[in-house]
């Protein structure tokens, strides 16, 4: 059984009524457009979620930074501890 849309006052219920007026022909090709869409960011989430995963494995990350800007970063970060 399909779940009921609640009765809230949400954009989902705005676009049910238009989609209520439209002809069978037209739901199922708006059924198509939606199941691509779907289907499209899906595969751009998986992908996206891969070449993280690459990355971490690497060791490496995403960083707009040149590598002297990070060498600079690492090299001011630095904190000595004197002994006593």
């Known amino acids: ?3 009921q ?4 006052n949400r954009p ?3 676009y049910r009524e238009l989609i209520d007026r439209l002809d069978l022909k037209a ?3 708006l059924m198509v457009i939606l199941a691509r ?6 595969l751009k989430m998986e992908s996206r979620r891969e070449e993280d995963v690459v990355y971490e494995l690497a060791g490496s990350w995403k960083d707009d930074r ?8 690492i090299y001011s970060s630095r904190i000595s501890f004197e002994t006593q």
């Open 37 to 42: 869409e779907i289907a499209d960011s899906a």
């Open 66 to 73: 040149t590598a002297d800007e990070m060498v600079a970063d």
């Open 12 to 14: 989902q219920n705005n």
């Open 5 to 8: 849309l609640s009765t809230c």
């Open 27 to 29: 739901k199922s090709e």
């Open 1 to 3: 059984m399909i779940a």
